[in-house]
């Protein structure tokens, strides 16, 4: 499998390479050709052991990197003359990287960094592509100077000969095993022992090691975090793109599908006629349209993001590095469950292989993981609301994707109940803010009663995470809201275009309403006839979106072999691929299985022999 995906991804990175040259001739961003065709990476279902190469390891020399560091090592990565892998988590450590093992002593002596993973815990552990593929690795390692710490630092090092694709004398390197998807990206580990490199292999566009020793810190040590923030980036596009891919999937089944008849004596209907399956397959059709919008949203503040830090300014990193956790948090965790979801409302044929169901959801499931565990992204924007907080406190503006917050904490209680999108709208973000007060009220008592600032954010987790939670809602809803409603180019639109747009606005804004209603009537006061009415419009909006469910599917525009789905094909013989692929099924090469003489002949003899000895 992993020879067969680096074949696949070779091919994949060839092409990639055309489409920059098409997209973005010379350049070296390979974000526009991404952009034109991410969904190559579909085409290597077992997943792409080049895509840290792609999207960590080439960006990390671009961006951490000098550049003359950047001419050295940077193009000939960017070319795939040479391929790398991003080694920062370790077996021991991947969410607290201060608590990183992997050091590196600076040797005046020689201008040497010496490189050693001390103990088997400090092993680099999950790397993509550094099991087999990488002859390169971007080793991130703390930095000690005459054994004093000085914090995290980024290392280009060799780790196999590019002729013989040998080991180094001094690397241990491997595949750490079988995962539950993504067998083919042969994630590794790696031990470095007494391993040395040039000073200049220290990445040094931010912080410096001079020849003397002397340690020249970074301006804002969190730029060394910027590679992470544009994978997230990637994660909250590519993990909508699966979800897209599933409810595609789900969608063309549920109208091939019949069963069950509504009415007695009537046929049995296409199975997206029952409400319920409405309920199931079309709001995730919906999640994934806005969440495709938040990425790419997101995409552009990335982009504006890295060429001011490129100018060393810095002021826009901490409203990305808050919104790129907020989104692949918020697409990871609603793709991974949503996938789920479309894969039961398709039955037992969702079950099968042939599906694909079930490979979508193990290629999207690890996102919720990886680039920063959900949990502990949610808690990193908790703590960022409530240094926004207190800003709201003392007067102060917030930063844009924030400014609903200062409007709303003005707000003395929640205006007269219209059930307006405006008003769906601003009951999530107001429900958004009041758990931010409730928070900060927690996490601020306990640092007034002598709590440490981290130990404050662990006993205030819950609140922290659900206040992060609501935020990313607020955010994204906001932004599709924007997008339907207030759009320059709404104009362009067909009416019945817009019609289906602002359907897809209505259920999404009543389907995170009731998801979160009790956070909302924590705060906010709604009769039991409002609520009713929304359930109302819930089932009419299902009913309006079910006749366009198949052509919003069908301009997700995925061909039949990225679906590569028995139940998704464009012409929607399922039965027949259904049963194509189980002929397929190597089981079925013979009439009588090789196990039958082997062990069931024989136990089903014994079984009889000893039912007639017990009735002797
Ligand atoms: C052909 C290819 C096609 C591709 C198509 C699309 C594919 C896209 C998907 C990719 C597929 C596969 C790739 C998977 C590769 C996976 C790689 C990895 O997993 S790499 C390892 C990832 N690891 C992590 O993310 C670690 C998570 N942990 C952390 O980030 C930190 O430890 C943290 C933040 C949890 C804690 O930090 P720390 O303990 O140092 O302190 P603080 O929390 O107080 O933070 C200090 C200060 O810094 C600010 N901060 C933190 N992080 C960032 C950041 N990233 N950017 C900017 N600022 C940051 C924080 O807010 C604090 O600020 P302050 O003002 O001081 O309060
Ligand atoms: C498919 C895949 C590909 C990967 N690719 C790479 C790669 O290319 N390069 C790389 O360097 N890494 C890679 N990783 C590793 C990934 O970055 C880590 O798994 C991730 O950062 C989580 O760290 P961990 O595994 O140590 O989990 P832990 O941090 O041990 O998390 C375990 C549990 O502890 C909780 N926890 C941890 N810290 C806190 C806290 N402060 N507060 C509250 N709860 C906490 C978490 O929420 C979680 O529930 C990959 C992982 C996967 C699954």
Redesign the pocket.
């Known amino acids: 499998m992993a020879s067969m995906s680096v074949k696949h991804a070779i091919a994949a990175a060839k092409k990639l390479r055309s489409l920059q040259e098409r997209f973005n001739p010379g350049g070296s961003d390979i974000y526009p050709a991404l952009m034109g065709d991410e969904a190559i990476t579909a085409l290597i279902p077992s997943?792409n052991p080049l895509s840290?190469h792609i999207l960590?390891f080439t960006r990390a020399l671009r961006e951490q990197g000098t550049d003359e560091q950047y001419e050295k090592f940077g193009r000939r990565a960017d070319n795939n003359e040479i391929i790398g892998?991003?080694?920062?988590?370790?077996l021991?450590?991947?969410?607290?990287l201060r608590g990183l093992e992997a050091r590196a002593d600076y040797d005046r002596g020689t201008e040497e960094f010496v490189l050693n993973t001390p103990k088997l815990s400090s092993y680099?552990?999950?790397?993509?592509?550094?099991g087999q593929t990488c002859n390169y690795c971007i080793f991130?390692a703390q930095l000690y100077i005459d054994n004093e710490a000085k914090g995290m630092a980024m290392f280009v090092v060799q780790i196999r000969d590019e002729e013989t694709h040998m080991p180094l004398p001094g690397v241990h390197v491997g595949e750490i095993g079988k995962?539950m998807?993504?067998n083919g990206?042969n994630?590794g580990f790696l031990g470095l022992k007494d391993y040395r490199v040039p000073r200049l292999n220290m990445l040094m566009r931010h912080q410096q090691v001079l020849p003397d020793g002397r340690f020249v810190k970074s301006p804002v040590s969190q730029v060394s975090y910027f590679p992470?923030v544009f994978v997230r980036c990637m994660v909250a596009r590519q993990n909508s793109n699966y979800l897209a891919q599933a409810a595609t999937i789900a969608t063309r089944y549920s109208v091939i599908r019949r069963q069950s008849p509504i009415e007695e004596g009537q046929p049995e209907p296409k199975i997206l006629e029952h409400l319920t399956q409405q309920m199931k397959v079309i709001p995730e059709i919906v999640t994934a349209v806005v969440y495709r919008l938040a990425a790419a949203n997101l995409q552009n503040m990335y982009n504006e993001t890295a060429e001011a830090v490129y100018r060393k300014d810095f002021s826009r990193l901490p409203e990305l590095h808050a919104l790129a956790c907020i989104l692949k948090v918020a697409t990871s965790y609603d793709s991974t469950y949503g996938i789920e979801r479309l894969r039961q409302a398709c039955g037992g044929h969702g079950y099968l292989t042939a599906g694909n169901l079930g490979n979508i959801f193990a290629m999207a499931a690890?996102?919720c993981?990886?680039?920063?565990?959900?949990?502990?992204l949610y808690?990193q924007v908790g703590k960022i609301l409530m240094k926004n907080w207190s800003q709201v406190l003392a007067g102060r503006e917030l930063m844009p994707s924030m400014a609903y917050i200062s409007e709303c904490s003005k707000m003395t209680s929640f205006p007269q109940w219209t059930g307006s999108w405006e008003c769906l709208l601003k009951a999530i973000q107001y429900a958004c803010v009041g758990s931010i007060r409730l928070a900060f009220q927690s996490y601020n008592a306990r640092v007034q009663s002598a709590q440490s600032q981290?130990a404050a954010?662990?006993y205030s987790?819950l609140e922290l995470t659900k206040a992060a939670e609501l935020h990313g809602r607020s955010y994204v809803a906001g932004n599709f809201y924007q997008q339907i409603v207030n759009s320059p180019n709404k104009h362009q639109r067909s009416p019945q275009f817009q019609k289906v747009l602002e359907n897809m606005l209505e259920l999404h804004l009543i389907q995170i309403f009731f998801r979160h209603l009790g956070d909302i009537l924590r705060f906010i006061r709604i009769t039991e006839d409002e609520i009713s009415a929304l359930q109302r419009r819930l089932e009419e909006v299902l009913k309006e979106l079910r006749p366009d469910a198949v052509a919003i599917t069908d301009a997700f525009d995925f061909n039949d072999k990225i679906l590569s789905s028995a139940l998704g094909c464009y012409d929607g013989n399922v039965y027949e691929r259904l049963f194509e692929a189980a002929l397929k099924h190597p089981l079925n090469r013979k009439s009588v299985p090789d196990f039958f003489e082997a062990h069931l002949k024989p136990f089903m003899k014994e079984n009889a022999d000893n039912a007639k000895k017990s009735k002797l």
Do not use: D
């Open positions: 997943g840290v960590m892998t991003f080694a920062q988590t370790e021991g450590h991947g969410t607290y680099k552990w999950w790397p993509g592509g550094l991130v995962k998807g993504l990206v994630n992470m690890p996102a993981t990886y680039e920063g565990e959900n949990s502990v808690l981290t954010v662990n987790g």
